[in-house]
């Protein structure tokens, strides 16, 4: 015959009837996301004209999509305006000049901006651009804090009628610059 035992399970009793405390933390972390808002990248293609006969100016819109502070970065293929004929003769030039400024949106008003020579956004340039390329945690104009897909940031292209020294070569110039983004320290 076998017999059957139910154990009820009553309070626990601990020494000096008080309970025990115990504290268990819980810790999480969110890594920087960065890039650009969707439809937002810079994009586009500016015809200067004859640039030895009126200054330009051309804006290039993007919008940042970051959860954290942002850099922004430019690399420029061929440091200016450049001919696909480069000249051998004394005096005449093949590469023209002009200047890029950043201008970055952050929230609650924040911004940042510069400007430089486009032949500083080479990565040959003895003396680069703050906002050489290409972007990194470290490297390129910060703007913090967060920019999430707010309307307002651009780089912008820009030169007066070329001044010399030297005479531009008949021909079509063109150069082409690359902006990235990456989340920021």
């Given at each position: 015959?076998a017999?059957a035992?139910?154990t009820?399970?009553?309070p626990?009793a601990y020494?000096g009837?008080?309970p025990?405390s115990?504290t268990?933390?819980?810790t999480a972390?969110?890594g920087?996301?960065?890039g650009f808002a969707t439809g937002?990248?810079?994009s586009?293609?500016?015809?200067a004209?004859q640039?030895?006969?009126?200054g ?10 970051c959860n954290g502070?942002?850099?922004?970065a430019v690399?420029?293929t061929?440091?200016?305006?450049r ?5 051998g ?6 590469i023209a000049?002009?200047t ?10 924040a911004?940042a ?9 080479v990565?040959t340039?003895s ?8 972007a ?9 804090p ?5 309307a307002?940031a ?6 007066p009628?070329?001044?010399?020294p ?5 021909g ?6 690359t ?6 320290l």
């Amino acid at each position: 015959m076998a017999h059957a035992q139910s154990t009820i399970a009553g309070p626990t009793a601990y020494v000096g009837g008080s309970p025990v405390s115990l504290t268990l933390p819980v810790t999480a972390s969110v890594g920087g996301r960065c890039g650009f808002a969707t439809g937002g990248a810079p994009s586009g293609a500016f015809d200067a004209g004859q640039i030895d006969q009126a200054g330009w100016s051309n804006q290039f819109p993007f919008v940042l999509n970051c959860n954290g502070a942002a850099r922004v970065a430019v690399v420029s293929t061929n440091g200016g305006l450049r001919s696909a004929v480069q000249p051998g003769e004394t005096g005449y030039v093949g590469i023209a000049p002009y200047t890029v400024s950043l201008n970055l949106v952050g929230a609650g008003g924040a911004n940042a901006s510069a400007q430089c020579s486009v032949a500083t956004l080479v990565a040959t340039a003895s003396s680069p651009c703050t906002f050489l390329g290409p972007a990194t945690q470290s490297r390129g104009l910060r703007i913090a804090p967060s920019s999430q897909n707010l309307a307002g940031a651009y780089l912008q292209v820009s030169a007066p009628a070329y001044p010399g020294p030297g005479v531009l070569v008949q021909g079509s110039y063109s150069d082409t610059l690359t902006v990235t983004v990456s989340a920021a320290l």
